[in-house]
């Protein structure tokens, strides 16, 4: 049990006497974060370091590694805060029959034993103490160490792990698969019988092994695994390394992003990725449907006869992106991980246990459970002690600032920014849903023939302000219209990042929007999955300013009979007119458009009443590319309109590389007001039962508790597990939890804020 101090339990006495007479207020504030914001994009983690201890960052955007840690701890204007990520690191395998090197002949890595002998060729214990500074912890799954409770399958993790280090275990496996070393040069030979390369010497076909130099753990363990294959194989009883690319293809991400990613040239990469809450992202990671040039999965491959290599994990993938409810989607979380361990598909390494390290100016920082302190929560409340602009520093220079396109962690600290979602998420509990943009959702079912399907009913805030980029001048209020426009502009573009959010839509309706801003949409799915709800939020567009530079118009014609379908010639994004006979239809009365899993198009016009005539229709479609440095490769200032926190105003060089900065000012016409310091936990109240239900954020006892759990604690120094940053917000006693910080949250005891307009 936490013991508190003697000046803690008297101040807990009196704030128990003073709770009971201290009335609910409600805060009436200006709109958005509390300051402007700097994103500079650095060549490189170690220049994003250098700029943080030479003050001119407030934070970098990247985890520390022992030795870094260890330096802020003696740096006394540097504080620091723990989180285990929401991330994984792994060496990724090519499981694909053959690989663009090496034409006409299979690829090592689509053989099963070669990939469980370098497997058993890797000591994770090892690789976590010796490269990470034990800043980690092993999985053997491809799932965050936080997720893995209730999501791994236990009879293939930990001590069941099946392909523990065994360097001669690796050598018999390899063995058994035909290699030798035949021609007696100190190199494996393939097989006799291996197809496009009998008794070929691997030097002849190394393994291409793609190694990031821009990641100091992934640069560690590349170079740990091509000695594991050249070396430390050749000293157990097969007498051969197997050979490999060497540092050929030690590479940036910039090299190897187009060879992994792209072309599948490869045979092991050092991966990494970020996730969300839940694993739903193993279906785009390793379903077949996602294996094509820059598709999301770059790893499972398909066979002789180019079928998917696996169509169980295809099977099982799916119902975790689909499933009926959450009991379902952990079994098939489960059954995916034995079949991962079964094909050995490829190798998980490490979750970082990470620290970050950001300036003890920087106050009101909020440390978001697995997502550290780059969040929406720690940019609106956060400020500099004496004023002025937080400075980001991200860890690379960005390929695009594209919404659409954009895959990396630090582009998305830019565009994170300026785009919003529609929900958000406790940061200290991530499993808990909140209203963002959306008041408020309703989730359903409809009929579809027979066959139920998942809907949901979105309900828009009245307040969420459209601003211009430059300039931050008011536009209008996002609504219903901004939403479906965002849902069948993205559905356009199946080689999308965001596309995948948005695929599983068949059609949309909006319902009501009134005079007085109210507006809200439905949105029907083509499948029944529990997690669809949340899947069509984020990034949200603005229909009136986007539509023109975006879309082109089409008319089309034809002679309809009563309810029959017909196939438009173009994915609809927006329907200008339809007619009958020179009668108007209103679309969602009279007919509709449909996607769906039958085209992946939405193009159908579907009768919802006998219709008999000649059908005029003239709809927007998405006739440029999405691709470019930036949307559709139109100029940022003419298509990133805001509705998120901030606006960019201006940029060192356009479009930006490494070394320059945007800057960003905070969005005035933000839905939420400037936070109230001492908001702690950020927990959303929501009031009454009926849909769209009001809410507010409010200053509760919990919040003082919270504060008070760590009271007398400090950022500075050796880091104390203990210090809590959110409840550091007394600008007179940086990096230390004390009596004016928990006076000051008690003082707004029952305040709130961010309540929706009626």
């Not at 070669?114 to 994770?124: E, G, N, T």
């Not at 008070?708 to 950022?715: F, I």
Request: proline content about 6%.
């Amino acid at each position: 049990m936490k013991r508190f101090s003697t000046p803690a339990v008297a101040f807990i006495t009196l704030l128990v006497f003073s709770l009971s007479i201290i009335s609910s207020i409600r805060v009436y504030a200006a709109k958005g974060p509390r300051s402007n914001l700097d994103v500079t994009f650095y060549a490189n983690d170690s220049a994003a370091w250098t700029a943080l201890l030479g003050g001119q960052a407030d934070f970098f955007q990247g985890t520390l590694t022992a030795e870094r840690k260890e330096a802020a701890e003696a740096n006394p204007d540097l504080q620091i805060c723990r989180a285990d990520e929401n991330g994984f690191y792994e060496f990724d395998i090519n499981n694909n029959y053959s690989i663009k090197s090496y034409p006409g002949v299979r690829s090592a890595t689509n053989e099963l034993k070669v990939r469980q002998a370098i497997a058993r060729l890797i000591d994770k214990d090892y690789i976590i103490t010796h490269f990470l500074g034990d800043f980690g912890f092993r999985i053997d799954q491809p799932m965050p160490a936080p997720m893995t409770p209730g999501w791994a399958n236990t009879s293939c993790i930990g001590p069941n792990y099946p392909y523990p280090y065994d360097p001669q275990a690796a050598a018999d496996l390899l063995a058994e698969a035909g290699f030798a070393d035949t021609d007696h040069n100190g190199w494996l030979n393939y097989p006799a019988d291996w197809p496009g390369g009998p008794n070929a010497d691997t030097t002849q076909y190394p393994l291409v092994t793609c190694v990031r130099v821009d990641h100091a753990h992934r640069l560690a363990s590349g170079q740990y695994l091509i000695n594991q294959l050249e070396v430390t194989l050749a000293g157990t009883s097969i007498g051969a390394g197997f050979k490999t690319t060497g540092i050929s293809w030690h590479r940036d991400r910039y090299i190897l992003g187009p060879k992994v990613m792209g072309y599948r040239d490869y045979n092991i990469y050092t991966g990494g990725w970020s996730c969300g809450r839940y694993p739903t992202y193993l279906f785009y990671l390793f379903n077949s449907q996602f294996w094509y040039p820059y598709g999301s999965n770059y790893i499972s491959g398909m066979n002789e006869n180019n079928q998917p290599n696996y169509p169980d994990v295809d099977a099982a993938t799916e119902i975790i992106w689909n499933p009926p409810n959450m009991t379902e989607a952990k079994k098939a979380a489960q059954r995916f991980c034995y079949l991962h361990s079964k094909y050995s598909i490829n190798i998980p390494l490490w979750t970082y246990s990470s620290y970050w390290a950001y300036s003890k100016n920087l106050v009101g920082v909020v440390n978001e459970g697995e997502l550290a302190i780059e969040n929406v929560y720690t940019f609106m409340n956060a400020y500099r002690v004496g004023g002025g602009t937080i400075r980001m520093a991200t860890v690379s220079g960005p390929d695009r600032l594209n919404i659409l396109e954009s895959e990396w962690y630090f582009e998305h600290a830019f565009l994170d920014r300026v785009y919003s979602s529609g929900l958000s998420f406790q940061p200290y509990d991530m499993t808990t849903d909140q209203p963002w943009v959306l008041q408020d959702w309703e989730t359903g079912t409809w009929d579809d023939g027979g066959v139920t399907k998942s809907m949901c009913t979105y309900y828009v805030r009245k307040d969420v302000g459209i601003v211009e980029p430059v300039t931050g001048t008011f536009v209008r209020n996002f609504d219903a219209h901004d939403f479906e426009f965002t849902v069948w502009y993205i559905y356009a573009f199946d080689e999308s990042w965001q596309y995948s959010a948005f695929m599983d839509v068949r059609y949309t309706n909006i319902t009501d929007v009134n005079s007085d801003g109210w507006s809200e949409l439905q949105v029907y799915f083509d499948d029944l999955s529990y997690w669809l709800y949340s899947a069509p939020t984020y990034p949200f567009l603005v229909e009136q300013e986007l539509i023109d530079p975006l879309c082109g118009q089409k008319t089309e014609t034809w002679v309809q009979k009563g309810t029959a379908g017909f196939t438009l010639n173009q994915s609809v994004v927006q329907v200008i007119t339809c007619t009958l006979d020179a009668t108007t239809l209103v679309e969602g009365v009279d007919y509709r458009i449909e996607g769906g899993y039958a085209t992946f198009l939405h193009s159908q016009f579907t009768p919802l009443r006998d219709l008999t005539g000649n059908i005029s229709i003239t709809y927007r479609y998405a006739d440029i590319p999405s691709t470019g440095f930036y949307l559709a490769g139109l100029p940022w200032q003419q298509t990133m309109y805001s509705i998120g926190t901030y606006y960019p105003v201006s940029m060192t060089r356009d479009p930006p590389l490494a070394g320059d900065t945007i800057s960003l000012a905070r969005n005035e016409y933000f839905f939420l007001e400037m936070p109230i310091l001492g908001e702690i936990d950020w927990a959303w109240k929501w009031s009454g039962s009926t849909k769209p239900r009001p809410g507010n954020y409010k200053i509760e006892l919990f919040d003082i508790v919270r504060a008070t759990s760590a009271y007398c604690t400090r950022g500075d120094g050796i880091f104390n597990p203990n210090y809590f940053p959110g409840a550091d917000i007394d600008p007179s006693d940086l990096c230390h939890i004390g009596m004016f910080d928990l006076v000051s949250i008690t003082a707004k005891y029952g305040k709130t804020f961010g309540e929706p307009p009626a």
